[in-house]
């Protein structure tokens, strides 16, 4: 059964069972208490972090650390404490990723707390604020514009409530929804005011059961999690024959004894493993959602970081985003010799008639005072998909008046003289709304036809300081900003002007635009601003982007923007926005600001770009681990390392270095295909790095001979792998700087420092024998080193990222 389908049951069967007692003043604090005490209570978990018992399992329980477990359990019995050092570093790793994800878990909880939802309920006959999981059964909840329904429930009262179920049931038209009909939690009110009784909290919700089943919140898909996952698949299907095959090598072939044979097996095992490659994203991952925090930025889902790294286009609506929430009335114009006085009070009375105003008629009350002499007889609740609201009125000595007050070129026909002053104040950048006079039905759409202007209302909109930064670094890193806005497309665009935005002066009127999917793609690749924008179009818009291979991020703050916000590759919504927008964005700026969305991008390419280092760093070396074994078995030879060996180089050139690479800043591009990208140089260096490897260790076997052999072979072999594998390192942490050259000089004194103190010497079994053996072991890898830089122009060439 289909998404639609199941919601559309689920809301049939809500109304025939909807059996909720209307009580106006609520429930009272006692019945709040029995309901908390029988556990009806909204416990639906936060999604923004998993508990500590799953970030625990999560690091230790994994396929690799399972087998890693194993053969350092074995190492412990049969080898020296040396060789198994592998296994504290992995403990060490797996401990750091627990702390440093606990320490997300609870940055992200904090912000969560700050930006959640908490819904308005009737106790004891007044309003409180309560969070989402206060919510008992039968709770009377209010509902606003832009308010999301958080458990489902039965309208008890309504005013021109509508509500948009396109979230559960893919329909974009809102339900207009009258006392006694259900209401779906995941839904959203677009328009009017009203209050629905509680029916079902917590796991019960509707929301809540496609939530866990995975249907109702869809996750940012993260190309880093899944190229890694698609890695680490083919390494483990690559490694079990290989290990195999190196065993019995080891065991049966060379007839060695038991304890040698198993150390040099698992020194064998444990590189292939790139046990440390996931720890490290998660770190990554976890040290980018702490550094966003710190700046009031929530991130609901993790991979967004990574995905808004990947933007190349940004849809901005323009109030809330570019404009800050509030606004100024700074003129009124009258029309048709309207008077003043009269027209000032029927102003009045509008914003007086609404409990709910919005930014523009907040404004307007702020104008003009209440008047309380006149009653509303009907009110019919702004809506952007109208682009007008509607009142009438009883005003108090027997006469009756109904007025509309919305966008101009919405209530007049274009050949109407006062679209040119509307026109002119717009360009200007100035927001104008119409006051007509009508007569019939406000909810008619024909009532337009009579409508006789009265006056217009001239609003000024307040630009954040900070958008016209912003807009340049978009700019400059090649990111398209779309600016579509359900405002006059003339005062959006002077508004973008303003901010410096190219091509924002030839604004493009949404109405004019195809419906056709690949026409209006290419409408918007060609247009910079779109006014008179309806939520559905915004959808539809981002849409056609989409299928134009361009990575969507929308931005927003009104119930307007919801559809839009949900099918973008990545939502962001102010945390001042509606209920409903906070809700299905990925990223919540709860400071408000514009300016944080570049430290967003400059922090998911930071993951990105150092991720594919350290990844290339890991890969290398389970290749060239891989390739050894594979030569060891065919040659007949036992297998050169100890697994001390290769802890130490593993820990000199991939292990510390990648922790500084990990979290180091990156201001590198994000690309598309990471596994190609990090393969294309993985691959030719491991297999550089093996074939330099074993020719040394080939080359010390015929050269040494006798007592001590094997281990000057297994030394010369090492001396070669430390040098490729420093120069592999050298070549990840391009471009230079300072401390990347600090870290690769370290790395290799420390190497060093092993060979000269007769201590380390013993510990690691090192010892360097003659002269000939180590400088040839030198020379080869100095030509490996060279084969690696004219490998990585060759890739850079001929095999695209």
Request: hydrophobic share 50%.
């Amino acid at each position: 059964m289909t998404q639609r389908a199941r919601a559309e049951d689920a809301i049939v069967e809500a109304g025939e069972e909807a059996d909720a007692p209307y009580r106006p003043g609520g429930l009272t604090a006692d019945e709040v208490a029995r309901r908390v005490e029988r556990g009806e209570v909204n416990d639906v978990p936060l999604r923004s972090s998993r508990s500590v018992l799953d970030i625990v399992r999560g690091n230790v329980l994994t396929r690799f650390n399972a087998v890693i477990g194993v053969l350092w359990v074995v190492m412990l019995v049969v080898a020296p404490f040396q060789d198994s050092l592998f296994g504290f570093v992995i403990v060490a790793n797996t401990g750091i990723g627990v702390i440093q994800e606990f320490r997300a878990k609870k940055t992200l909880d904090s912000l969560a707390v700050v930006g959640e939802v908490r819904p308005t309920v009737r106790r004891d006959g007044e309003p409180v604020e309560v969070p989402t999981s206060g919510i008992v059964l039968g709770d009377l909840v209010e509902l606003g514009p832009g308010d999301k329904v958080v458990v489902d429930g039965v309208v008890a009262e309504a005013d021109n409530l509508e509500v948009d179920e396109s979230l559960l049931t893919g329909e974009a038209d809102p339900v207009r929804k009258r006392p006694g009909d259900p209401v779906m939690s995941g839904s959203f009110v677009v328009a009017g005011v009203g209050a629905f009784t509680a029916t079902k909290v917590g796991r019960g919700a509707y929301a809540a059961q496609l939530a866990e089943e995975a249907s109702r919140f869809t996750l940012v898909h993260s190309e880093l999690r899944s190229g890694i996952s698609t890695i680490l698949k083919y390494v483990t299907w690559m490694m079990l024959p290989t290990a195999a095959a190196l065993a019995v090598s080891q065991f049966v072939l060379k007839g060695t004894d038991v304890e040698d044979s198993v150390a040099r097996t698992v020194g064998g095992i444990v590189p292939m493993i790139p046990e440390g490659l996931v720890l490290l994203t998660s770190v990554a991952f976890a040290v980018g959602v702490i550094r966003l925090g710190r700046k009031q930025c929530l991130v609901q889902e993790l991979p967004a970081i990574e995905g808004l790294a990947r933007v190349d286009v940004v849809c901005l609506d323009k109030t809330g985003t570019l404009t800050e929430g509030g606004m100024d009335v700074t003129a009124l114009r009258l029309l048709d010799g309207s008077d003043e006085a009269y027209v000032k009070r029927v102003l009045g009375a509008i914003g007086d008639s609404d409990p709910r105003p919005n930014t523009s008629l907040r404004a307007i009350i702020d104008a003009y005072p209440d008047n309380d002499d006149w009653r509303c007889t009907e009110a019919l609740p702004f809506s952007s998909a109208r682009g007008y609201s509607g009142v009438a009125f009883s005003e108090g000595d027997g006469q009756s008046s109904s007025w509309l007050l919305g966008a101009p070129d919405v209530l007049l026909p274009g050949d109407d003289p006062a679209l040119g002053e509307t026109d002119a104040l717009n360009r200007r950048g100035l927001r104008v709304l119409l006051l007509a006079r009508v007569s019939g039905e406000l909810d008619d759409p024909r009532i337009v036809r009579g409508a006789r202007p009265t006056a217009l209302v001239v609003l000024e909109q307040r630009l954040r300081p900070d958008a016209a930064d912003t807009l340049a670094y978009f700019a400059d890193q090649d990111v398209d900003a779309k600016v579509i806005s359900g405002d006059n497309a003339v005062s959006v665009g002077a508004v973008a002007a303003k901010l410096g935005l190219p091509g924002a002066e030839h604004a493009v009127d949404a109405r004019s635009l195809p419906g056709e999917r690949d026409a209006m793609a290419r409408a918007l690749e060609d247009g910079v601003v779109f006014g008179r924008v309806t939520p559905r179009q915004k959808r539809d818009m981002v849409g056609a982007l989409q299928s134009r291979g361009r990575t969507v991020a929308m931005t927003g703050d009104g119930v307007n923007d919801v559809l839009a916000l949900k099918d973008a590759d990545i939502g962001v919504s102010m945390g001042s926005g509606s209920e409903a927008t906070r809700a299905v964005a990925q990223i919540v700026l709860l400071d408000n600001s514009f300016a944080t969305l570049p430290a967003v991008v400059a922090e998911g390419r930071r993951v990105i770009g150092n991720i594919t280092r350290v990844a290339t760093l890991f890969l290398t070396k389970t290749v060239y681990s891989m390739l050894l074994a594979v030569l060891v078995v065919a040659a007949r030879v036992e297998y050169p390392f100890l697994p001390r060996h290769l802890t130490l180089l593993s820990t000199l050139t991939i292990g510390v270095p990648a922790f500084f690479l990990a979290l180091a800043p990156n201001k590198e591009r994000a690309q598309p295909h990471f596994v190609r990208r990090v393969m294309r140089y993985a691959l030719p260096a491991g297999l550089v790095a093996a074939a330099a490897t074993f020719t040394t260790y080939l080359l010390a076997a015929r050269y040494y001979s006798g007592p001590g052999a094997l281990a000057a072979e297994t030394s010369a072999a090492t001396l070669t792998l430390f040098l490729v594998s420093l120069w592999v390192l050298a070549i990840i942490a391009r471009p230079y700087t300072w401390w990347r050259l600090a870290l690769v000089a370290a790395m290799g004194g420390a190497f060093l420092l092993v060979l000269a103190v007769p201590g380390l010497q013993d510990f690691f079994a090192l010892r360097l024998v003659g002269t000939t053996v180590p400088w040839a072991a030198t020379g080869i890898a100095v030509a490996a080193a060279v084969l690696l830089e004219v490998a990585w122009r060759w890739v850079e060439r001929r095999i695209p990222a």
